[in-house]
């Protein structure tokens, strides 16, 4: 998909910005918020480090597009299908597989874990009643 420079991102170029964004800070930040600029705008200072001239724009697209690209082949694969693939999937796979599965099992944690004095409280009216 080309970005709005209409510049396409090289080989190398999405490898550095996988390689930065497998950073377990970069990921917990991005798992934690929803705007991201910000932490866009640091992943773009580490491709500058690099050599690669990318705006936060440019970043969080090619992000975005790579996941979503990630998770349509994941459910292509989990549903039988072996036809469906990407370049990077593997790579991809390291950091999304693994916190896909993380962020279901908090989800369902959540919700099953009420305060214990609700429960509580509710067992000492009934003996009270």
Known sequence: ????GGKHW???EVRALIRIWSDKNIQQQLEGTVRNKRIFEQ???????FGIDR????????YKNLKHEYKSVKSAQDSGSTSKSMKFFNE?????GH??????SKSD??????????TEAKSEKDSIG
């Not at 998909?1 to 709005?4: C, I, R």
């Not at 916190?99 to 279901?104: F, I």
């Open 1 to 4: 998909v080309a970005n709005e």
């Open 10 to 12: 090289t080989v190398n």
């Open 43 to 49: 992943v773009a200072a580490r491709l500058q480090k």
């Open 55 to 62: 705006d936060w724009k440019q970043c969080r697209t090619k």
């Open 92 to 96: 991809l796979d390291a950091i999304l």
């Open 99 to 104: 916190s896909t599965m993380e962020q279901a």
């Open 109 to 118: 944690n959540d919700e099953s874990e009420r305060p214990p004095e609700w």
